[in-house]
Every structure is written in structure tokens, then in C-alpha cells.
């Protein structure tokens, strides 16, 4: 037994091995050069820069209409003006139509003195052409003037801009008031001789002359600066089409075409939409900016937290219903419903009273996002405007039942750190559905073969006995081998018998008689599921020769095909978040910038010098032997756990007695570390706090269990046990390190993990309305079926594992006549114990690859990027773990007190130290 268990064990974890070096292999393969990498770079970067200058489509209506720019009547002279504030888009507009002759006749007539007397002409300064006053100037005469006038108002303005951005920077944008006043910029004046030369060196021609060869052996490096500020002329341009828009379309920026732009209503709606906690706050005495630690309430504004509250209250109360216990007839459901409702109409009237519907800027639909809330409050709308008494299997009404069930995607809407993680994967789709495509037209030839080679082979007899489909007549007797049923046993005979019918039928769940079917057991096999009945029906029928043909699709369709698809997908995910596309030096950059930002202060105080005895246990518990001695005291304690501590157990008392005398050397170990450290210098490190807690807890539970002795007190003790197991983490480096790459994991992942459970809702949801009355079968059963949400959200884990997914979607399948379909009047869908084929195959094999294929890959991607991070090779990193302990104790030295900072005059005496 233990040999069959060894050689099983082995087997799996040699295979987990040989998959995980395809898809090393694979990532391997698919690593960019670091010369593509710096290319890839550069139009990632010019890509991002033309996408943010052009406006959407859903603006660009405006620029097909005429425009009407609104006139204000001016009573000085523009020359009159410190800076002459001309609308350019009419002054071009005007400048480049032709001049209607006798109307600009008549205005120059009106605006400049009759020739009375002779008199000096008058120089304008803020052209550099003069214009003398005539009585009838031509034409010619007035465009060239206005031309000098607008030009002269380019240069002052386009002067103020740029010390405006020199004073600020490169970062961040200009305020909203300012970028009213920005006009369009000459491209010859606003690209400097140094930009062009910058250009010329860093641009797409450096990296061609370095490919002819030119400047071999010289790297050409992108000019991060030139690009940032490519891109914020990028903005620029486009808030300055935004201004355009505006000025020549008066419904242009205005929800609803009624809404005042700049009305008081539209602004108290603004106000309440955008509302948010702040994250960094300014001191009203100093100035500067305080960071809060509630760091969670700013990531989205107080409205939309209502609308996570209010969604995830109505995905409770979704929770509750079952096909017996049905919204529509009980009212208590129905509350939760119409407060949805009433709450989302709420907000999507105040978002679009501030923000407008469509054609504005910010507008309620300008993304998917805005279209899946749209969709999700109208399919919430129309069911509770419907709320159907009878809902027939298969209908429209049961579709919309089902589409109801996408409200748990609001919170994913909502939350914009889950929009990012989706937005970085769906920008790859091209490249995973290429890969699937591969296995699709991968699967379609093998099944194609399929069909050829065992189609209408797979069917047998029911009687094993009979081989022949015209003599599979009748009924036999059926040896019953485990059965409930009390039948008695037949004379000779050992086990009980019944009379069945013979029927020549192919497998269960699995036949290539059809071209759809063979698809669909080729996907199985994919998956590792059911593959070996499938090579073993086919041995039976045809011979040992055709197992080749399952043996070789596994091994390309599963073991290449399935690690290509994976590879692609951690590839993606990772150049589309930019970790792939980092250069060596650049990703040693970043794995030193995340290193310093984990990196903390030791917390240990200095070796007493001042009191000897103190030095002396301070010794003791920095030796290497004593904190060897206390790790195996907490495995020992923890092997104690390997029997049940039950009190009716002779052994029991023996057992619990050896962890009091352990949890006792424990309690001598923190009363050591307090004398040597002192109890302060002790309590600021976190991980001496939780062993003080673990080691006050076992003192408890040892006065309990000598007061009771009971089930209780055990059941407490090897809590306590397991408590203290978990503090070996932090006795080793090397499981320091572990335990730290686990938790940096699961906080990045965070978002991902979410974004898996709120799929997993809507599948359970889903699939209560789906399969909630479905008949038990040989998986569906007590412990897995789909009658309420929380069982059904059971099943779906235990599909992420792959734990018999496609026998519970078999099960699913049933049609008459091995179920029961009721007719007319009791024609629900909760009347009958069928299941729905069509929808258990889109429902099972979507959910089997969006989870286990694409979410759980995400996750292993975010797992070997921080595993790379912590134990990457020490010669490539800038700064070595050695450097970053050898720094932790120099800072421990000099931060006597232990507060994590120092005074500046010590910072000298520091890097002394360092120098050392």
C-alpha cells in the first residue's frame, strides 16, 4: 500500500515538474530581445501619445456639423487689450474663407476715423506690420493685418504657456481655467533645435542605424524626457480640440443638450457624483501633505461606495432564492429588488446629469464599462417591471433570469482597480485567441479522424454477453454487486439479480459519431478528465493499437498545446502590464525599487553594554545554536498534533503534558528576550508581539487544562499549537522569504482574486436558475447540485480544481426520457428535473476555461514575477539582500530608540559606518 502510494505520489509531482519546464520553456521562448524590448518601448510609448490627441469617435459628430460659435460684442479695440484674447477658431475660420468685399468695407468704415485732417498713422506694437488708417483699405490690406494680429497673439501666448510649464514641470496637466486660454501651437516654434536633434538621435532612425550597423557596439537609449513631453503636448492638443468644440458648438460638453454647461444644477451634480474620501491632505499650519492610513475609502467616491453596499446587499438576498423559494412570490425578496432599482437609478441619473449620456467628454457610456451598467439596469429594470409568475424551460423569460445574474459584475464596474487587471488581459486577446484557434483547429482534426475511425464503434450491447447489435434484443439478468435495494439472492448464485433490457447504446458521456460530440471529448481530454475511459472503450472496441490516437492528442493537445496556451497568457498579461518589455537594467531598477520599499528596520536594540548580565542573555539569544534550538522546539511541538487529542485516549495526558513543558521553555525564551532587550525594545518588533501573544495564550490554556481537563481544553491546545507552527517562518531566512513572496502575492493579486469570486457568483447564480431542479445523478448528488447559491458557489470551487467537471456537466445534460418534462399549466422550468444541454455546454466549458485557464494563470504570472523578485540571482541585482541586511544592522546601530528615523547630524556618523 505504502509502495502503490509512494510510486502515485511520485508519478504526479514528476509530471507537475516536466508541465512546469514546457511552460518555462515556452516563456522562455517567447522573451523579447532587449533590442525589441526598446522598440516594443518606443511605440508602446508613441501608440499611448496618438491614442490620448485623438478624440472619440463619439465626438468627432460634433466636427461634421456647422459650427456656431457664439459672438460677444467687444467695446475697445483688440489692440486695446494686454493680450489680444481673439477666438482662433472664427479669426481662422475668417482668415482662410474669402473676404466678403463691401461687408468688411462697412465694418473698417465704422471702426476707423474719417480722414479729416492729416494726422501721424499710428503704429500697432503687437504686429509687425504697420497699418495706417485709410479711408477704404482693400482686402488684401485687412487679411494681412489680421493675420500679423493673430500671430503676434500666438507669440505672447504660446510664451506665458511655456514658462507657465517650465514652473511647473513636466508632470500633470494644466488647470481647467488656464487650458481655456491655451491655443494651438506652431509647430516650428514649439519644437526646440534640442528636440529635433533628440529626435533625430533616440527616434526610429537611431534604432535603424543601429540595426545597418552604423554605430556598432554604441546603445541607443530612448529619451524618456522628450517622450513625456510629447505627451503632454499629446493632452494639450486634445483638452485644446475639447476648447475648440466648445466654443464653436454651444450643445457641445452639455448632458442632455439642456443642461447648462456651467449651470449651478450641473455642478451640484459634479459635486455629488465625485465626492471622495481624500487620501493626501494638506497641514492648514505647514502645508505639507499628510497621507491618511484609511487608504481603501479613497479608491472610489462615496457615491459608488453606496452602489457596492446597495449591490452586495442584493446579491445576498439573490443568495436566498432557490426554485422553490422564488422572488416573485415572496415580497421580502422583492424589497431588495426594487431598492436596487430605485438606488441605481439614482445614480445613473446623477452621472448623467453631470457628466451627460453620450456626447460629452466623460459621458455615462464612453467605455464597455458604461454599457455593461447600462445593460445590467435594464435587464433589472425590465424583469422587475415583468416579474413572470410562470417561466418556461428554454424561453426568453428564463434568459433574461439568467442575464438578471450578471449584478455582481456592478462591483467589478465600480471599482477601477479591477477594470485595470481585465483591461491589461483584454488587451492580449489577440494573441490567446490566436493560440486558441491553434487548439481549436487542432481539436477539429483529431476529432475529424475520430469520427473516421470509431464512429458508430463505441456502441455495445448492455449484455456483455452479446456482440452483435441484431441480437442485442430482449432482457438478461443483471448481477447487482452494491445495491439498497433488498432482493433476495438467487439459488447458486452470490449476489442478488434484477431482469433489465438489452439496449445497444454508445458510452454515456462520450461518442465520435458526430463531429460535435468528438469535439466535445477531445476537450475533456484536454482537461485530463475522462481521457483514460475514453483510451479504454476505444482498446475494447477497436484493439490496443488505436490507444495511439488518444496517447498522441494528449501529448500535443495537452502537453504542448494546453502549455502554449498558458505561456501566452503569462506573457501577455505581462507585457501588457509592462514587466515583459522591461530591459535587464531596467527590471534590476525596479526589482531594487521594490526591495527598498519591503525592506523595514530590524527592530532588534543594540547589545546592552552598560549592565553585564543583561550582555550575557543578550548573547545567548543572538546565538545561532539557541534560535536553532528554539526552531526545533516548535516542531516538536508541533509533531505532538499528529494524534488526536482526544480525552478518551490513554495517550492523551502524555501528550498534552509534553506541550506544557514546551509551552513553558517557550515562556522562559520570551522572559529571556525581555531582560536582554529590555520589555520597550522588545515590544517594537511585530514578530516578538505575536510570540508574546501565542506564548500567553499556552499559559492559559495550561492553567485550563489542569483546572478541566476536557475536550475543550484540548481543542484549545492545539489551537495554540497551530499558532505557534506559524511562527518557524520567521526563524529562517529562507522561509522568511517564502512566507514574504506569499504575502507581497496575494496583496497584488488581491484584485484578481476578487474579480474570480465575483465570477464564480454569477456562474452560481446562474446556474441555480439553470440546473436548480435537476435530477440527482452519479455526480450530481446531496454534496454537489445547484438548488441554492451557496452550494452551487461548492460546486464551482471544486470545478477550479478540475475535480470531475465534466461528469457534473454530464449530469446537467439529462434529457427525456431519463428525466421528467412536465406540460401544460406546470410548465416552469422548477416543475421538471431535466437539464438543459446547450446551456450546461456553454454554461461548464466557459467557466472551466475563463477560470482555470486564463484567472488561475494570472495568478501563477503574479507569483513568478514576485519569486523572481526575491530570489533572483544576487550577482544581477544592483543591490544584493547581503547589502540590504548589512545596511539593517548599520541603521539599527545608529537608531538607538528604535522610531525608524534619525536626526540629520547622524546621517554622517552613518555612512561611516556603511564605509566600514
Not at 539582500?881 to 539593517?888: E, G, I, K, S
Request: aromatic letters at 12%; charged letters at 20%; proline letters at 5%.
Amino acid at each position: 500500500m505504502f509502495l502503490c502510494l509512494f510510486l502515485s505520489t511520485s508519478w504526479k509531482l514528476v509530471f507537475q515538474i516536466i508541465l512546469s519546464l514546457f511552460v518555462a520553456v515556452i516563456l522562455d521562448n517567447l522573451e523579447l530581445e532587449e533590442d525589441m524590448k526598446k522598440i516594443k518601448q518606443m511605440r508602446a510609448r508613441e501608440q499611448s501619445v496618438g491614442t490620448k490627441e485623438k478624440l472619440p469617435y463619439r465626438l468627432r459628430v460634433f466636427t461634421k456639423f456647422p459650427d456656431r460659435p457664439q459672438m460677444v460684442k467687444l467695446p475697445r479695440m483688440p489692440s486695446e487689450f494686454p493680450i489680444p484674447k481673439i477666438r482662433e477658431s472664427f479669426m481662422r475660420q475668417f482668415v482662410s474663407q474669402e473676404i466678403d468685399e463691401p461687408l468688411i468695407l462697412n465694418e473698417i468704415s465704422c471702426t476707423t476715423p474719417v480722414k479729416q485732417a492729416p494726422k501721424r498713422p499710428m503704429l500697432i506694437d503687437t504686429i509687425s506690420t504697420k497699418m495706417d488708417y485709410k479711408s477704404q483699405p482693400t482686402p488684401a490690406e485687412v487679411q494681412a493685418s489680421l493675420q500679423a494680429l493673430i500671430r503676434d497673439a500666438y507669440k505672447r501666448r504660446n510664451m506665458m504657456n511655456d514658462a507657465e510649464l517650465n514652473a511647473k514641470g513636466a508632470g500633470g496637466l494644466l488647470a481647467r481655467d488656464r487650458a481655456r486660454s491655451v491655443r494651438r501651437v506652431d509647430n516650428s516654434a514649439a519644437r526646440p533645435k534640442a528636440a529635433l536633434e533628440a529626435i533625430r538621435e533616440n527616434g526610429e532612425a537611431g534604432f535603424t542605424a543601429a540595426r545597418k550597423g552604423n554605430q556598432k557596439g554604441k546603445e541607443q537609449d530612448v529619451d524618456i524626457k522628450l517622450l513625456q513631453q510629447k505627451k503632454l503636448q499629446a493632452e494639450i492638443r486634445r483638452n485644446q480640440q475639447e476648447e475648440d468644440l466648445r466654443e464653436n458648438h454651444p450643445n457641445f460638453d452639455t448632458p442632455l443638450f439642456f443642461v447648462g454647461r456651467e449651470s449651478r444644477f450641473r455642478k451640484f451634480c459634479q459635486t455629488i457624483v465625485y465626492a471622495r474620501y481624500e487620501i493626501l491632505r494638506r497641514d492648514p499650519v505647514t502645508g505639507k501633505e499628510i497621507k491618511s492610513s484609511y487608504k481603501v475609502l479613497g479608491l472610489v467616491s462615496y457615491l459608488d461606495w453606496v452602489m457596492i453596499i446597495v449591490t452586495v446587499l442584493s446579491c445576498a438576498s439573490i443568495m436566498f432564492e432557490t426554485p422553490s423559494y422564488r422572488v416573485m412570490d415572496h415580497p421580502i425578496l422583492q424589497i431588495a429588488e426594487y431598492a436596487f432599482v430605485v438606488c441605481m437609478s439614482t445614480e445613473l441619473i446623477l452621472k448623467v446629469l453631470a457628466d451627460g449620456f453620450l456626447f460629452t467628454p466623460k459621458a455615462l457610456i464612453r467605455d464597455a464599462g458604461g454599457i455593461l451598467d447600462l445593460f445590467i439596469y435594464t435587464t433589472s429594470l425590465v424583469f422587475i417591471a415583468w416579474m413572470p409568475q410562470k417561466v418556461p424551460e428554454q424561453s426568453s423569460i428564463q434568459f433574461l433570469m439568467v442575464l438578471r445574474c450578471l449584478r455582481p459584475l456592478r462591483i467589478f464596474i465600480l471599482v477601477p482597480h479591477m477594470r485595470k487587471v481585465v483591461i491589461e488581459l483584454c488587451r492580449g486577446f489577440k494573441e490567446i485567441f490566436l493560440v486558441s484557434s491553434l487548439l481549436v483547429i487542432l481539436m477539429f482534426m483529431f476529432s475529424s479522424f475520430g469520427v473516421q475511425l470509431y464512429g458508430g464503434k463505441m456502441a455495445r450491447c448492455t449484455d456483455p454477453d452479446i456482440k452483435d447489435r441484431n441480437k442485442c434484443v430482449g432482457v438478461f439478468w443483471r448481477k447487482i454487486y452494491v445495491s439498497k435495494m433488498k432482493i433476495p439472492s438467487a439459488p447458486g448464485n452470490d449476489h442478488p439479480r434484477m431482469l433489465v433490457p438489452r439496449v445497444w447504446a454508445n458510452p454515456r458521456n462520450f461518442n465520435f459519431d458526430g463531429i460535435g460530440m468528438a469535439m466535445l471529448a477531445l476537450f475533456e481530454t484536454l482537461s485530463f478528465k475522462g481521457w483514460l475511459e475514453i483510451r479504454d472503450t476505444i482498446i475494447m472496441q477497436c484493439g490496443l493499437a488505436h490507444s495511439i490516437y488518444v496517447h498522441v492528442f494528449v501529448f500535443l493537445g495537452a502537453m504542448i498545446g494546453l502549455t502554449l496556451f498558458v505561456g501566452v497568457v503569462i506573457a501577455n498579461y505581462s507585457e501588457n502590464k509592462g514587466t515583459a518589455l522591461l530591459t535587464v537594467d531596467q527590471r534590476r531598477w525596479c526589482d531594487l525599487k521594490k526591495r527598498l520599499k519591503i525592506a523595514q528596520p530590524l527592530h532588534l536594540p543594540s547589545r546592552p553594554g552598560g549592565n553585564p548580565f543583561r550582555a550575557f542573555v543578550y548573547d545567548i539569544t543572538q546565538n545561532i545554536y539557541f534560535k536553532r534550538l528554539t526552531a526545533f522546539l516548535v516542531i516538536a511541538t508541533s509533531a505532538l498534533l499528529c494524534l488526536s487529542w482526544d480525552s478518551l485516549k490513554p495517550y492523551t495526558v502524555s501528550l498534552t503534558t509534553i506541550s506544557v513543558v514546551f509551552n513553558w521553555l517557550f515562556v522562559c525564551e520570551v522572559v529571556m528576550k525581555m531582560i536582554a532587550f529590555s520589555p520597550h525594545g522588545y515590544w517594537q518588533s511585530r514578530r516578538n508581539r505575536y510570540e508574546l501573544l501565542v506564548t500567553a495564550l499556552g499559559v492559559v490554556w495550561i492553567v485550563a487544562h489542569f483546572i478541566w481537563m476536557n475536550d475543550y481544553t484540548n481543542t484549545f491546545g492545539f489551537c495554540v499549537t497551530m499558532l505557534r507552527f506559524s511562527t518557524i517562518s520567521g526563524k529562517h531566512a529562507t522561509l522568511k522569504m517564502l512566507m514574504l513572496t506569499v504575502g507581497v502575492s496575494m496583496v497584488k493579486s488581491f484584485f484578481i482574486i476578487l474579480w474570480m469570486f465575483l465570477l464564480i457568483l454569477v456562474y452560481a447564480f446562474a446556474g441555480v436558475v439553470l440546473f436548480g431542479s435537476v435530477k440527482w445523478g452519479d455526480n450530481v448528488g446531496r454534496h454537489a447540485n445547484f438548488q441554492h447559491a451557496p452550494r452551487a458557489i461548492g460546486v464551482l470551487f471544486r470545478i477550479v480544481t478540475g475535480e470531475d467537471w465534466n461528469r457534473i456537466m454530464h449530469d446537467c445534460m439529462v434529457t427525456p426520457p431519463f428525466c421528467t418534462r412536465q406540460l401544460p399549466p406546470l410548465d416552469s422550468f422548477w416543475d421538471t428535473d431535466c437539464g438543459n444541454w446547450t446551456g450546461a455546454l456553454i454554461y461548464f466549458c466557459s467557466f472551466y476555461v475563463m477560470i482555470t485557464y486564463i484567472v488561475l494563470n494570472l495568478l501563477v504570472a503574479i507569483i513568478i514575477e514576485n519569486f523572481s523578485l526575491f530570489y533572483s540571482n544576487e550577482e544581477d541585482a544592483l543591490l544584493s539582500y547581503a547589502d540590504l541586511r548589512n545596511f539593517q544592522f548599520t541603521w539599527n546601530v545608529v537608531d538607538v530608540n528604535q522610531k525608524g528615523f534619525i536626526p540629520v547630524k547622524r546621517v554622517k556618523f552613518l555612512i561611516l559606518l556603511l564605509k566600514v
